[in-house]
């Protein structure tokens, strides 16, 4: 059964600071993996989207990465603003199957 | 503007209280889907489905129904809430189940609370 980790639960780190967010699935056989945030109150939004035959993705100051052999993808976020704090997840679509499974996320802060 | 609408977005009700959540995306997406998302668990899949009259299980079905008699609407349905359904729930929708490289567009949640 495929189970999603994500690694730190919660960082906090100074505005301008790029950091690294991290995601690990124990089945490499996935159809994408998606990137969301979520916000106190709200529902998810989309950040990117990787099919399983790409490497990465990029939109704006985001990159993500994927390494199916390894089980992992990471999200790369460049020069941290305030506006940049929510809780980060990942989910994985398996490949025989419908099910989305999500990891834990990260809650993240970016102080001022 | 594209967008997952979910009603009611808060939710009090008491044990046994049959209840229905409803779900209305307008991007004429086939694939809809209801998670919940609880502390500790993250978010787990309920229901899902590929298309109009075509609805399957996810990981944590028991306790609930669904019923998608038309594309846009993906309506869960508890008969008999109990305590331990207490949760915020989310629906999404993608826009095609065959084309699986979709992302998911998420309503902006229900929190229910049952008594």
């Known amino acids: 059964k495929q189970e999603v980790t994500q690694i730190p639960a919660a960082l906090s780190v100074p505005e301008g600071e790029n950091l690294v967010l991290n995601c690990s699935f124990t089945?490499?056989?996935?159809?994408?993996l998606q990137w969301f945030r979520q916000d106190p109150g709200k529902g998810l939004t989309s950040l990117l989207l990787?099919?399983?035959?790409?490497r990465e993705q990029t939109s704006g100051r985001l990159n993500a990465s994927l390494d199916k052999s390894s089980g992992r993808s990471t999200l790369y976020i460049a020069a941290s603003q305030p506006g940049d704090s929510a809780t980060y997840l990942c989910?994985?679509?398996?490949?025989?199957?419908?099910?989305?499974?999500f990891g834990p996320g990260t809650r993240l802060s970016v102080l001022p | 503007e594209a967008q997952v609408t979910q009603n009611p977005r808060y939710l009090i009700t008491v044990t046994g209280k049959k209840l229905t959540v409803t779900c209305s995306q307008n991007?004429?997406?086939?694939?809809m889907s209801w998670y919940r998302q609880d502390p500790g668990l993250g978010l787990r899949q309920i229901y899902y489905?590929?298309?109009?009259?075509?609805?399957d299980k996810g990981d944590v079905p028991e306790g609930y129904k669904v019923s998608r008699k038309e594309k846009r609407n993906f309506p869960l349905i508890l008969e008999s809430p109990s305590p331990n359904q207490t949760s915020l729930y989310f629906c999404?929708?993608?826009?095609?189940?065959?084309?699986?490289?979709?992302?998911?567009?998420f309503g902006d949640g229900t929190r229910l609370s049952i008594l």
């Open positions: 991007m004429n997406h086939e694939y």
């Open positions: 489905s590929m298309n109009v009259e075509v609805t």
């Open positions: 999404a929708s993608s826009l095609s189940s065959g084309d699986s490289n979709q992302p998911q567009h």
């Open positions: 089945d490499s056989a996935i159809y994408n």
């Open positions: 990787i099919q399983s035959s790409q």
């Open positions: 989910a994985v679509r398996p490949y025989y199957g419908q099910n989305f499974v």
